[in-house]
């Protein structure tokens, strides 16, 4: 074997060494990290199971009484009178924040009230736009009904 011949060989084999410890450099190399999963920004709401606000669900069923004043009545005993009509606007002259006439504001209770019921969402499907809306015109979340 010639010097150059032999230079060439030794070229090619190197050429060979250092791509199979490359290779094995890149088998061993740590695993990829985990996958990112894409949520949406938004997450869509459920339903709107009422698109009237609370009227939709208190309201006389048969023998029963779900209407607002009769709860009012059922949670407090000893509470204001109040006309068989009233709305959640009429609700809102004291339980409005920070609450008027010795009435706790909306916000100490309602939110409880609903989200912790075991038939408000898990029978009657109801979520944060049962009652609430957005005002397309001042861009703020309104109550449904509340004037
Ligand atoms: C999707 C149906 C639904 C809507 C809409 C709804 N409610 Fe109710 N509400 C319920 C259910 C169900 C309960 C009974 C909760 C329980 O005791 O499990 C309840 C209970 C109440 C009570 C009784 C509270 C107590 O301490 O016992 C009041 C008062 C009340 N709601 C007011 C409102 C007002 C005001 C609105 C509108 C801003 C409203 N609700 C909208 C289903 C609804
Ligand atoms: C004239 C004022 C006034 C009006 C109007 C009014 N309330 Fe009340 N309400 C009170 C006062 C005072 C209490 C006793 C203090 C408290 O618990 O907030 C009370 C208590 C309650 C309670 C018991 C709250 C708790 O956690 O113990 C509920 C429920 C209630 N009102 C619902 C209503 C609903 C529904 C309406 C409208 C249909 C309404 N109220 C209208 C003054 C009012
Ligand atoms: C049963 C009806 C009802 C449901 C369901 C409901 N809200 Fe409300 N919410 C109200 C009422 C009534 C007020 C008081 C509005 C007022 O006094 O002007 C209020 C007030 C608020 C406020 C302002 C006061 C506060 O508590 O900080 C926020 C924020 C709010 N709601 C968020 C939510 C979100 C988020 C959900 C769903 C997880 C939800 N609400 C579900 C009726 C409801």
Redesign the pocket.
């Known amino acids: 074997m010639t010097n150059r011949k032999f230079r060439r060989v030794a070229l090619v084999i190197l050429g060979l060494a250092s791509a199979a410890l490359l290779a094995t450099a890149c088998a061993k190399a740590p695993p990829a990290p985990p996958q990112v999963v894409e949520k949406p920004v938004v997450q869509i709401p459920p339903p709107d199971v009422a698109p009237n606000g609370c009227a939709d669900c208190h309201k006389k069923e048969g023998d029963k009484d779900y209407t ?2 009769a ?2 009545k059922k ?2 005993p ?3 009178p ?1 006309p068989a009509t ?3 606007t ?2 809102d ?3 409005g924040a920070p ?6 504001p909306f916000e ?2 309602i939110h409880k ?1 609903h989200l912790n019921s075991q038939t408000f969402s898990p029978k009657l499907k109801g979520y944060c736009n049962s009652c609430h809306v957005l005002n397309a015109t001042t861009g703020l979340i309104d109550v449904k009904g509340l004037k």
């Open positions: 607002l004043p709860e009012a949670a407090n000893n509470h204001v109040l009233a709305t959640v009429d609700c002259t004291c339980h609450g008027k006439n010795g009435a706790k100490t209770w009230v």
